[in-house]
């Protein structure tokens, strides 16, 4: 919990606002935030948007980025997360888009999970592969780890 008590004390201290648009998290990433006293001051919007046609309805991605690069890939959480960051008007924003388990699908790992993160109109994307340690593992392990990434992000900001 420490880490997501520092990312709500940075973004108020910055005042900044972060969203989130999530699917394999499930608004778990939100959920953190919330937990810490203060979060309203920095907590713009949480999505949770779980199907392919959430993520697009929703958020604006391309269902043909989906088509072409599946629904857990870098160009899905690059649409995710500038959806959500335009939606949201948020200084920051994260996406998170993956496979917590089980396992359902062989040509994909579980626990790959793609991020999308969004700070001054630039985006950056990673994928992380957790392994197969459990589904709820997956999605705290994701959580804390998008957190960890705002943070350095927001640490690297010269214009504070």
Do not use: Q
Request: some cysteine; proline content about 3%; charged content about 25%.
């Amino acid at each position: 919990m420490e880490i997501f008590e520092t990312l709500v004390e940075t973004l108020i201290k910055k005042r900044y606002h972060i969203a989130s648009a999530e699917s394999c998290t499930a608004g778990l990433f939100c959920a953190r935030i919330a937990d810490i006293p203060g979060a309203s001051e920095a907590l713009a919007y949480g999505f949770v948007v779980y199907s392919e046609e959430a993520k697009c309805s929703v958020l604006g991605v391309d269902p043909r980025t989906i088509a072409e690069y599946g629904v857990v890939s870098e160009p899905t959480a690059k649409e995710m997360v500038l959806g959500a960051a335009e939606r949201a008007n948020a200084d920051v924003a994260v996406s998170f888009t993956g496979y917590a388990g089980p396992a359902w699908n062989l040509t994909d790992p579980v626990g790959r999970v793609c991020f999308g993160f969004f700070y001054k109109g630039t985006v950056r994307t990673e994928t992380v592969e957790f392994g197969d340690i459990g589904r709820n593992v997956v999605r705290e392990k994701s959580a804390e780890h998008a957190a960890r990434r705002v943070l350095e992000l927001l640490e690297d900001d010269t214009c504070s």
